[in-house]
């Protein structure tokens, strides 16, 4: 995962020095995955609510917010495989449509790189990942928002996660 993992921070740090220079805005968040399993054909099991810890440059044009960001899941248990291990690193563009003053939709669409080990192994799956969700504008730089994601490809996942955003 350290392979990929460093493609996508790298690729991240890309995007972050030139918004610096043009004024955008940051989202720090921090949240909660939950009610999550993973489905690999023969072998699906359930995984342990775990954290996930991320950062988005994002600028913000009349109604919509939009940009790109980075979000690691930190390793978690997977339910019914003894000693398995289970985390990713996403990369992907978001946008957050607002509906009301104080609440809007939010789409991200990018690619993740999922580990499980005992499930794969040492192996990474690489796959489309995309997540559809509210939040709400508590006060202009605190957000709160739920989210559906779902990660596509050799490994099948999906979950539901909460979290706060701080915009700076």
Do not use: C
Not at 123 to 134: C, D, E, P, Q, R
């Amino acid at each position: 995962m350290t392979h990929r993992a460093l493609t996508l921070t790298l690729a991240f740090s890309a995007m972050v020095s030139p918004a610096l220079a043009a004024g955008v805005g940051f989202n720090l968040f921090a949240g909660v995955d939950l009610d999550s399993s993973v489905d690999m054909g023969s072998v699906t099991t359930d995984v342990a609510n775990g954290y996930n810890l991320g950062l988005e440059v994002v600028v913000d044009v009349p109604v919509v917010e939009v940009g790109g960001g980075l979000e690691h899941g930190f390793p978690r248990d997977l339910t019914w495989v003894e000693h398995g291990d289970y985390q990713y690193v996403f990369g992907y563009g978001v946008a957050r449509l607002g509906v009301l003053p104080f609440l809007y939709a939010v789409g991200r669409l990018g690619y993740a790189a999922v580990s499980a080990i005992d499930l794969l192994g040492d192996n990474v799956s690489g796959s489309l990942t995309w997540s559809l969700g509210a939040g709400v504008k508590v006060v202009d730089w605190f957000k709160a928002e739920a989210l559906y994601t779902q990660f596509t490809g050799d490994l099948d996942s999906d979950g539901v996660s909460v979290r706060a955003v701080v915009t700076f």
